[in-house]
């Protein structure tokens, strides 16, 4: 015997019901997995660019404006002291 039509009308609404909920839920799941995808690409992108950056500066800065250390000469009465040199360094510091 079947039972009465209205319950089986609320069987078929709630599988309805959780089947479509269930789609929605899969779907925001995905969603919040590719902007995570697409951030950690983003900041690895953006760590690749600053230490480029880093590289290059290291690269084109003047040797004669470095220190055995690694610093700028920054005393402008030392007879290497390059004023180029001092004003890159210290925009690269005021850029991190």
Do not use: W
Request: hydrophobic content about 35%.
């Amino acid at each position: 015997m079947k039972g009465p039509p209205l319950a089986a009308d609320v069987q078929l609404s709630a599988l309805i019901t959780g089947a479509c909920y269930g789609l929605y839920h899969q779907s925001s799941i995905t969603a919040q997995t590719h902007k995570a995808k697409v951030d950690r690409e983003f900041q690895h992108q953006a760590s690749l660019i600053t230490q480029a950056k880093a590289e290059f500066k290291k690269k084109n800065m003047p040797p004669e404006s470095i220190t055995k250390g690694g610093e700028v000469i920054s005393d402008p009465n030392d007879p290497k002291f390059d004023l180029e040199g001092y004003l890159t360094a210290v925009m690269g510091e005021k850029a991190k």
